[in-house]
């Protein structure tokens, strides 16, 4: 059961890796002017990640893909995976949505599927960003979860208010209520308590998204992916030409700090993939190539 939408489910967050990628690569060719335009353009170094059960079976597995020192990223990975098998106990704790699901601790078999992507760039102006999409499969429940927020070092209202419009009008052919429900949800996860500030500017955010109508979740799911590159794009085509100030690298790579900070003390889907065993490069891939503490 269920066997349909699961391979449907993959093949979508592959497209979209493929997609990204590509889109991804052609802003480091077209880069011919401002900060780092005499560089080599940057590429992808794609590898292929495998995950064993502890008694050695096949539990899936998927692509790496991280570009570093390109003209426009710094360093971004666009990971993309498919892996199954069963959960302890720890990794049930460390769950992103749903604890305690009847039946789970007599048959702990999940599936989950998605795609993760994490870009920090070169030129302080242009904002680093994150977005995921997924869907998680137990024998006892399904749901999808996914969103995308921006994390500018530089603030720019008119960037803020484009990546927000964009993923407004991508949500409401869904229903009105999504974007706004989703926007605050972006605003609670992705705050810092022990810095008592958000991560970045905000963007959307679900989890444990399940109406018991799988196509329309899916859709819905699919649009969250669509979403990502009309809103990013424009804001590194505008930014990655300004000039910038040593103090302005200075700004990046401390918020890089907070970044990282969030990423390894509160980010559930880090936690969930090193307790299952996944790849721990593609895991903290997230993490940028450089940052401050002052």
């Known amino acids: 059961m269920f066997d349909?939408?699961?391979?449907?489910?993959?093949a979508w967050f592959r497209q979209l890796r493929d997609d990204i990628v590509v889109?991804?690569?052609?802003?480091?060719d077209s880069h011919d002017t401002g900060p780092f335009s005499d560089a080599q353009p940057g590429?992808?170094?794609?590898?292929?990640t495998k995950r064993q059960s502890e008694d050695g079976t096949d539990?899936?597995?998927?692509?790496m893909s991280v570009m570093r020192g390109g003209r426009v990223f710094e360093k971004v990975g666009v990971n993309v995976s498919t892996v199954y098998g069963t959960l302890g106990e720890r990794a049930q704790q460390a769950m992103a949505a749903r604890k305690g699901i009847p039946g789970m601790t007599e048959d702990p078999r999940f599936w989950a599927s998605g795609i993760s992507l994490v870009a920090h760039m070169q030129n302080p102006h242009v904002p680093a960003v994150h977005?995921?999409?997924?869907?998680?499969?137990?024998?006892?429940?399904w749901w999808f979860g996914g969103g995308s927020d921006l994390n500018p070092c530089i603030e720019y209202d008119e960037d803020t208010a484009h990546f927000h419009a964009t993923q407004k009008a991508h949500l409401d052919p869904h229903g009105p209520g999504h974007y706004p429900r989703l926007k605050a949800w972006a605003d609670e996860y992705f705050y810092i308590p022990h810095r008592k500030r958000a991560r970045g500017v905000g963007g959307i955010f679900m989890d444990d998204h399940c109406t018991g109508d799988w196509q329309a979740d899916f859709a819905l799911t699919q649009d969250i992916g669509r979403a990502f590159l009309p809103a990013f794009l424009?804001?590194?085509?505008?930014?990655?030409?300004q000039g910038f100030s040593d103090a302005d690298k200075t700004a990046q790579l401390v918020h890089r700090g907070l970044y990282a900070e969030y990423n390894l003390v509160y980010d559930r889907?880090?936690?969930f993939g090193l307790e299952t065993g996944h790849d721990p490069d593609a895991v903290l891939m997230s993490l940028p190539p450089m940052a401050k503490w002052v």
């Open 4 to 10: 349909t939408e699961k391979s449907t489910a993959s």
């Open 269 to 271: 889907g880090t936690k």
């Open 43 to 48: 590429r992808f170094e794609v590898t292929e």
């Open 131 to 141: 977005m995921n999409t997924r869907m998680f499969w137990t024998p006892h429940a």
């Open 234 to 241: 424009p804001l590194v085509e505008k930014r990655r030409v």
């Open 23 to 28: 889109a991804f690569e052609a802003l480091e």
């Open 59 to 63: 539990a899936g597995g998927g692509l």
